[in-house]
């Protein structure tokens, strides 16, 4: 693993910032468009994002979650414990931050694809996302120092 792992990370950290930017766009700087254009451009504006983003952001989410998977595995488990250090301890919450944002991106795409309906977490789901996407970025800077 540790002659594969800076290519691991790169691929991971590219992913993050697809996602976490493409979040931010959609809760910052996209609810604009319609204040300044009207309702009927940001429809299609939002159609079209949205097509692109649902092609994209599945990818970007299951390589985080693979390449993720890969890396915690040089800082967890068998022999090195999983509770032993602080870096240990806020990889694991890291982990369960992502395991949450997994969760609601599964629930989300399997409203749209399976059951072909609107998601009951539509609305706040990427909000969410990316406040606990921010959190996982923050303790990704702290685990190596505290």
């Given at each position: ?16 910032i ?17 204040k ?41 488990g ?69």
């Amino acid at each position: 693993m540790q002659t594969i792992y800076p290519f691991v990370l790169t691929i991971h950290l590219i992913c993050a910032i697809i996602f976490l930017g493409y979040l931010f766009f959609d809760v910052f700087i996209f609810p604009n468009i319609e204040k300044k254009f009207g309702i009927k451009i940001a429809k299609k504006a939002g159609n079209a994002i949205g097509e692109r983003g649902t092609k994209i952001m599945p990818i970007c989410v299951l390589l985080l979650i693979l390449t993720g998977g890969m890396m915690i595995s040089s800082y967890i488990g068998k022999d090195m414990g999983y509770f032993n250090s602080n870096l240990q301890k806020f990889l694991i919450l890291k982990v369960i931050f992502a395991l949450g944002i997994f969760i609601m991106v599964f629930i989300s795409l399997s409203y749209k694809f399976i059951l072909k309906k609107p998601s009951p977490i539509g609305k706040i789901i990427h909000p969410v996302a990316l406040l606990l996407g921010f959190f996982i970025v923050v303790l990704a800077k702290m685990m190596f120092y505290a």
